[in-house]
């Protein structure tokens, strides 16, 4: 398919004025066709948007959604189901070219409440995201550096060249660059590399690891943002970052678990891909250094692999992640990854794990849990799994963000958090 499409920016960009104006305009156009006919058609176009809203609504307070619906969605969903309908009416009547113009304003009104509906959720950035598909170039893996400057206040010791990139990239981990995924079938993961990796002489670098939610795909558009801001005000440092795919494919859900049915995630993002990065990338060796993170379902994957893996992962940033893996869906998750073992999931939650495991373990590990304010589904979770993790010997840290729910403000909001947070223990700022 083609990439140009494929890329399209669908949040940040004018395509959802452009359909809403051409939607509306149509509208005008049908009901002045048939001027006899204004109050009706009227009438039942602001009735079938009032029904689609009072049924969002209703939907959200089922619970029905992954976590509470943005506001804007329903209004949006209305507002295309209004336009829908007025659509109909005006292919449903005669002339030829009033039916062609309701035509067009039905397509206008899908695409308006498509693009509305994702923008009020704010996280699916391109149609790639979306299909779950790549759309970055292929990545350039820079030479590797010559020493590892462990355990050094990279900050002190790092002077940008003047011909330093402003921004860093985002690039495809795909073909020869690709992540070995053994008997899991992942989708390529993405590579962000900050201004600092980018010059002749790079200086060694942290790494973070993130996984975005399910439904969801690996696009780095929220990290790489984060981390690039960070850099501008940080002589372009900032860590290395992997966004990975724990689900491989937007249905599914492993669980974070290694299983027959989905395959061994687990041994994927805990044993392959930190061999990858090791190899390939400019990252530190000192895994105090590493930090694992993730959104909703990757957040939960995240929260359970830092408490499990705590010789990989030094730190954690868990975006509205769920309190345990399968919480949305316990007795399907207890029967296809654990065997019909409930005894073994109740193992596998964050807070079994972190409950078992010696303090010492995660002595100078900086675990950030975030959520949503108007985030009743997760924000529970999130705060019951910080208070196990300041038990278990984590240093926890909680910030909730203003204003937002299960949804792209939470996450942007989170990591503009997280990032700096974290930058002093990396190396990359003063503490």
Not at 198 to 210: A, E, M, N, Q, S
Not at 215 to 233: E, H, I, N, R, V
Not at 277 to 286: E, F, G, M, P
Not at 372 to 379: L, P, Q, R, T, Y
Request: hydrophobic share 45%; aromatic share 8%.
């Amino acid at each position: 398919m083609n990439k140009f499409f494929l890329s399209l920016e669908l949040i940040d960009s004018p395509l959802i004025t452009v359909f809403a104006t051409l939607s509306v305009i149509g509208v005008l156009v049908v009901l002045a066709w048939a001027p006899r006919h204004v109050v009706r058609m009227t009438c039942v176009a602001l009735a079938a948007g009032a029904v689609m809203y009072l049924v969002a609504r209703a939907l959200s307070a089922a619970q029905v959604f992954d976590g509470p619906l943005p506001a804007g969605a329903a209004r949006w969903s209305a507002l295309s189901v209004a336009g829908i309908a007025a659509g109909v009416m005006g292919v449903a009547t005669a002339p030829r070219v009033r039916r062609i113009v309701g035509a067009v304003v039905i397509i206008a009104s899908v695409l308006t409440g498509f693009l509305g509906v994702n923008s009020s959720y704010g996280i699916t950035h391109t149609f790639a995201a979306i299909m779950g598909v790549q759309a970055l170039d292929r990545a350039e893996l820079p030479d590797a550096a010559q020493d590892d400057s462990t355990g050094v206040a990279t900050w002190k010791n790092w002077t940008p060249p003047a011909d330093m990139p402003s921004v860093g990239t985002v690039s495809a981990l795909s073909g020869d660059s690709r992540i070995p995924s053994g008997d899991f079938q992942a989708r390529d993961a993405s590579l962000y590399l900050p201004p600092a990796a980018l010059v002749k002489d790079p200086p060694i670098l942290p790494l973070i690891v993130f996984m975005m939610g399910q439904p969801g795909s690996p696009d780095p558009t929220s990290l790489a943002k984060a981390l690039d801001d960070f850099a501008q005000t940080h002589d372009g440092l900032a860590p290395i970052a992997i966004v990975a795919d724990q689900t491989a494919s937007g249905d599914w859900d492993p669980s974070c678990a290694d299983s027959a049915k989905y395959g061994p995630v687990a041994t994927y993002l805990n044993t392959l891909v930190p061999e990858w990065a090791a190899s390939h990338l400019n990252v530190s060796t000192d895994h105090r250094l590493w930090v694992i993170g993730g959104f909703s379902n990757g957040g939960s994957c995240a929260a359970k692999w830092a408490a499990e893996y705590p010789q990989v992962w030094g730190h954690l940033i868990d975006v509205s992640g769920n309190e345990y893996p399968g919480s949305e869906h316990p007795d399907a998750t207890i029967d296809e990854v654990f065997g019909g073992d409930r005894a073994a999931f109740d193992a596998a939650t964050p807070a079994a794990i972190m409950g078992r495991t010696p303090s010492r373990d995660y002595a100078g590990h900086v675990a950030i849990f975030t959520w949503g304010e108007s985030d009743g589904v997760f924000g529970p979770g999130q705060q019951r799994n910080a208070l196990a993790a300041r038990s278990a010997g984590f240093t926890a840290v909680t910030h909730v963000v203003s204003g937002a729910g299960h949804d792209g403000p939470a996450l942007d909001g989170a990591l503009a958090f997280a990032v700096p947070q974290l930058a002093p223990v990396l190396g990359l700022a003063p503490s």
